[in-house]
């Protein structure tokens, strides 16, 4: 079946411009998370979704960085005002209950954002 | 501390060679161990879980835990060229919250 899709797969961007990057997570996980991966500093989690609730936003690493679910699916996390340390890949991932662990996590390709 | 520390490497081998990739931890509530695996430009994908202390096989590779000293390590025996990625751990309590390393890169050498 089909995994989990993000777009767009890369994004060069303007210091201050806002950017929207999108994920389709794979069909009936109820469970959506976002994360942020540069350079040697592996997976930094940003912010967990059930449903579309998000009963987990902590990582999210300022004010101008904010994510929603809609229809239990589709995710949107826009970053406004981007700085280029936002410069990263940003990788959404899935989860059921149903996997062989707890919450266990599908990862789409990641959205490599580029701010100049 | 870091909850989860692992060795950035890169780490190159021969091919055929063992491999030996490992992590500490520091939260004693951790019950699964996950290793993910990661090419370039690409998303991790789940290779193995280990839940609680022990071994695990699959094929060439396997996992090992030894909650006590709160290490975490994968073995890859006969290592390919296609092994070439990045590996990260990720324990887990058994939760939606995961802890990743950050990586290990390692580049098998034909």
């Known amino acids: 079946g089909a995994g989990v899709s993000q777009s767009p797969s890369n994004k060069v961007t303007e210091k201050g411009k806002d950017v929207e990057l999108r994920c389709d997570p794979i069909?009936?996980?109820?469970?959506l998370y976002w994360y942020r991966q540069s350079l040697g500093q592996g997976l930094e989690f940003l912010i967990y979704?059930?449903?579309?609730?998000?009963?987990?936003k902590s990582g999210l690493p300022s004010d101008r960085f904010s994510a929603e679910r809609t229809g239990g699916s589709v995710s949107t996390l826009t970053i406004q005002r981007t700085q280029q340390e936002d410069s990263a890949v940003y990788l959404c991932?899935?989860?059921?209950?149903?996997?062989?662990?707890?919450?266990?996590?599908?990862f789409g390709p990641g959205t490599r954002l580029t701010v100049t | 501390q870091k909850e989860v520390e692992q060795d950035p490497g890169p780490l190159s081998v021969p091919e055929g060679a063992i491999v030996s990739l490992n992590c500490t931890y520091s939260?004693?509530?951790?019950?699964?161990f996950m290793w993910y695996r990661q090419y370039s430009r690409k998303g991790p994908e789940l290779l193995m879980y280990?839940?609680?202390?022990g071994n695990k096989e699959d094929g060439r590779f396997t996992a090992q835990v030894d909650k006590s000293s709160k290490y975490i390590s994968l073995f890859i025996r006969d290592s390919q060229p296609s092994d070439s990625a990045t590996y990260l751990c990720?324990?887990?309590?058994?939760?939606?919250?995961?802890?990743f390393g950050t990586g290990t890169r390692l580049k098998v050498l034909a």
């Open positions: 991932a899935s989860s059921s209950l149903g996997g062989r662990t707890p919450y266990e996590q599908y």
């Open positions: 069909s009936g996980h109820t469970a």
């Open positions: 979704f059930q449903g579309n609730s998000a009963p987990d």
């Open positions: 939260n004693s509530a951790f019950q699964y």
């Open positions: 280990t839940y609680s202390s």
């Open positions: 990720a324990p887990n309590s058994g939760t939606y919250k995961y802890i």
